[in-house]
């Protein structure tokens, strides 16, 4: 509530944390935001989960970036980083013009010395569309190659890679809000209740009216309550799971023969593929029993309409885009895709991930997905940019991570995302960070990975700035600026543009409404999506072709966006995780997120009500293993993989799987990424975070 009686202004804006993208209103009391509130947007309905309500305040911080820094000179780049509330020890202030000169002049170096594919980007998944898209414009034109990528390629870029091969669209085909139509709701390897709340609400009403819930998950999570059929599977055994449930569907005579005969190909190929899943061959392999399996596979093959969901639990493994292949696969085969309530819905983590990756901050395609090694395609956007283009897919994050460390990726841009908490295998992405010869990072605190900076320019936090962003259903929605930046702290969009001018690209940008407009002349998914329209519809679902196209927030009721219309069916085989557990390292590690903090934590570990709920790395594993190792909740353990350590508190989850536990990634004193694999999925080039193999240790109480 407001501090004193003072009249207070009202912004209307979104939730700047998760993929549903609620739409709220901040209250403003002078230089203060003192209240927030849920707004009636089609993702919500007026709902916030406590993120969007209480996570805001962090836009006030006291460690709030005000002023441009240089490290100072001779302060080397410890990889045990720095306190981020002394910040003087290492760097020193500097002004905008000094701070922009050095940044641009390293990278410039770089560039003619050797070449532009010794530079990169990562652009941020939590920046607007406009931001997005003048990031992979300043990469592609200025430092002159496509390594540009972002936190894509650690959530869904396998689900990505798996939708465009198979429909050929990587986004969702039916909105959340779809549960309400559909009969059947099959959640897998996501937990909606912690990282998608609001969208989990709407999925509790749904089964309250009647609608049968299937969750399919490692853990035993809060959604499962609501679950008729719940199963547990065990780790790395996706594919097994759902080649058995297509193998029941294709011999039990349900699938759906007249959608495959007109709509798909390569049907044959599945068929052939799962001939050996049979239930009783799986169950082991699962840890789902024979009868189990048949019950779900006829559940979601007899329904009038059933629906998917999946997260991270599926995506981030070295079979994610086969985990996903399978998904296609078994609502294609059925038919439960291109009406209401059916389809396919990656689940999608940051507030603009699906944005950010449209707006083309992915290194093989341009925005819209358009792909840079077409000619015909690149060929049009030299003649919008005014410039030649590399013409070769770039490297994507852990690639660029990799190449670092190698010697020839030698300097980067970094806005708003913290590799030095978010690769996997921490200590080798530290150590690559650190060998840059040059690092500028933009953001709006010193987060880990501002520890490796030369030059730290700081930004615009979410309420400070105006833009578009995209949430999981391809809404486009607005947020609003409800505050300035503090001290000289500045626009993300402008500090771009003056990196961009000192490297030597001339834009004519104005406003962001001007970015936005470059966009849809080259984006034909947006290209009836204007300012004004957005201005005045607040939230407008993408296709949307014209003026007076409504949007279209189901795809596929007569055909997919492929060469001929057509689905492709791809069989997938069985791939196991890169470590697997082995007496010395007996457990299998899970990451993840928790209700209250976001990602690596910088925003919400600084917002007062999140980090008083969940102030304390924890870990969570089963009563089992608890008595096992002989440690009640609360008692600190150590956990070791091969490559790193970390201490946390031991929390009890009644839902973990003995011989499992779960670590959340968000607490930079207890990093779960030291412990993580960098193996990748080869077609998503996605890190394999929810498998690893770890030990425990008890550390002895004080
Ligand atoms: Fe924000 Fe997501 Fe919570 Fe909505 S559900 S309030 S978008 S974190």
Redesign the pocket.
Known sequence: EPATSAPTTQVDSL?P??G???QLTYHVQGEKIVRVEGRDGPA?HAR??V??RFGFDYIHHPERLTRPLIRREGKPKSLDGFDPSRPLDVFREASWDEALALAADGLRQIREAHGGRSLAGFGSAKGSNEEAYVFQKLVRTGFGSNNVDHCTRLCHASSVAALLEGVGSGAVSNPVADVADADVILIIGANPSAN????ASFIKNAVKAGKTLIMMDPRRTDLARHARYFLQFRPDSDVALLNCLIHVIIDEGLVDQHFVEQRTEDFAALREQVADFSPERMAPVCGIDADTLRTVARCYARANAAMIFWGMGVSQHVHGTDNVRCLIALALITGQIGRPGTGLHPLRGQ?NVQGASDAGLIPMVLPDYQRVDDPAIRARFEAAWGCALDPVPGLTVVEIMDAALAGQIRGMLIMGENPAMSDPDLNHARQALASLEHLVVQDIFLTETAAFADVVLPASAFPEKDGSFTNTDRRVQLGRAALKPPGDARQDLWILQQLAMRMGCQWPFQDTAGVFDEMRRLMPSIAGIDWQRLLREESITYPCHSADDPGQPILFSDDFPTSNGRARIVPAGLVPAAERPDTEYPLVLITGRLLEHWHTGAMTRRATVLDALEPDPVVMMAPSVMAGLGVGPGDMVRLYSRRGQVEAQVRVDAGMREGEVFLPFCYREAAANLLTHDALDPWGKIPEFKYCAVQLEALASC
């Open positions: 939730c944390y998760c549903v993208g609620c919500n916030l989960c993120k969007g998608h709340p609001v969208a507030n």
